[in-house]
């Protein structure tokens, strides 16, 4: 198959990530444009990925006056730009691999969902958690009919104290007010995808949910903190915090990528002394956590009934010291469980001649695609996408724009229940 020309529109870390996977690791891609108004990641696309100078854009209207000159594009622009970015590149007629979550707004989400069926693109929204071979595994369970049919789905995410607060404390996604997505749409439309995928065909009836900024805040913070970890900290407050920044982002960066953005140069390039100097001044990540005017929930649950009479719950926690995602699924003639990082799922049946259960583990930790972020999802989700720009069948973790635009609207009433106090219907 001849290589997929690609236009890359948000040359962050997410569209880098697809990209990387489609060039480098499948083989299948090749990224002919990019646009950024930062001229430094267009340099970085140019480096990294062959970018020819003259198709360097720093707007999409440069990009849009060449008229349609790729095969497809990779939006990884913030959810507020999600969907003005991508409907002139419909209109051009481009297959769109576009990050989730799709936008921050009901409106626009109708609208890139109408303007998707009109055009005839392709929109893959990137479900990726669909195409690791954890969940792929729990789907076809469910579809086998193994556990008969779906009575409850439980998932829960736990969100690491270092991803915490380098996305929802201190970084991009700290304020609902100021970025427009919630933790549900940010962090959690991936769960509330995956809740509806798994229970195929159900429609959400009602939802009701619950959840607050209530432990990271700044009358939590500890007994004479400072504002700044290095500046004004004192450093026997600093040794009992999990949030300090010497630690978190000097000595152990578990994602360098992310908090030297605003330095404006690439994170292999900073040298240790400007790090520093940015966590003193400007730079958000070296703001105190408790103290730095995020507005963004630090746990939330939520809890559907579908149209068939199943029910479903989601629960996520901020700063949790194991981060991982699990899952149990009941239906009416076995259950599933698991833990995502682990690889494994327990399936299980009820065993007439000891009135107790029997079991057996599945173990897809060793599956060759597993490769990569999100547990294989990331490769699984732009394989997927280049058969289908290619021509090829969808697969069996590949979902519509009906689907995205169920799921994301259910994220939308679930935020409306929390602030609400009640239930809500669908």
């Known amino acids: 198959m001849d290589k ?30 990019c646009v950024d108004p930062d001229v430094s990641k267009l340099e970085l696309m140019q480096k990294e990925f062959g970018v020819p100078a003259d198709n360097c854009f720093t707007s999409i209207e440069q990009a849009l006056a060449r008229g349609r000159f790729c095969d497809c594009i990779i939006n990884g622009t913030m959810d507020d730009l999600h969907v003005p970015t991508t409907l002139p590149f419909l209109e051009q007629g481009y297959d769109v691999l576009l990050e989730k ?13 109408d303007a998707a069926k009109q055009s005839g693109c392709r929109v893959f929204v990137c479900h990726v958690l669909r195409y690791s071979p954890f969940y792929r595994k729990v789907k076809e369970l469910i579809l086998s009919g193994e556990i008969g049919e779906v009575r409850h789905i ?26 427009g997505s919630s933790l549900l749409l940010a962090k959690c439309s991936h ?3 995956l809740i509806c995928w798994l229970n195929s065909g159900a429609k959400p009836d009602t939802v009701f949910s619950t959840g607050g900024r209530d432990f990271i805040t700044p009358e939590n913070a500890p007994a004479g903190a400072g504002t700044r970890c290095l500046v004004d900290c004192p450093q026997s407050v600093r040794d009992k915090c999990i949030f300090d920044a010497q630690t978190m982002y000097l000595d152990n960066c578990l994602l360098p990528w992310y908090p030297w953005q605003c330095t404006g140069k690439d994170y ?90 029997n079991s057996r583990v599945i173990d897809v930790s060793a599956d060759a695609d597993n490769a990569g972020a999100h547990f294989g999802g990331d490769r699984g989700l732009v394989r997927d996408f280049v058969n289908t720009v290619a021509g090829g069948a969808l697969s069996i973790s590949a979902s519509t724009i009906d689907d ?23």
Request: with cysteine; glycine share 10%; proline share 2%.
């Open 4 to 33: 997929i020309s690609t236009l890359v529109i948000g040359c962050g870390d997410r569209a880098t990530v697809y990209a990387n996977e489609g060039c480098k690791e499948l083989g299948a891609m090749r990224i002919d444009a």
């Open 101 to 113: 979550p799709v936008c921050n707004n009901e409106k626009d989400l109708l609208t890139l969902r």
């Open 154 to 179: 439980n998932t829960y995410e736990h969100v690491g104290v270092f991803l915490t607060s380098v996305s929802f404390v201190r970084g991009k996604w700290r304020s609902e007010r100021e970025c």
């Open 191 to 193: 769960d509330i995808d």
């Open 268 to 357: 292999r390039e900073i040298t240790y002394e400007e790090k520093v100097e940015s966590l003193k001044t400007f730079n958000p990540h070296g703001q105190c956590a408790y103290k730095c005017g995020g507005d963004i929930v630090d746990h939330q649950t939520v809890s559907v009934r579908f149209d068939n009479g199943s029910y479903a719950t989601h629960s996520v926690t901020l700063g949790s010291f194991r981060d991982g995602r699990d899952i149990f699924v009941a239906g009416t003639l076995g259950e599933i469980d698991g833990r995502v990082d682990e690889g494994k799922l327990t399936v299980r049946h009820y065993d007439r001649g000891t009135s107790w259960y």
């Open 404 to 426: 995205s635009v169920r799921g994301q609207l259910l994220v939308f009433r679930a935020d409306e229940s929390m602030k609400k106090g009640f239930p809500v219907k669908f």
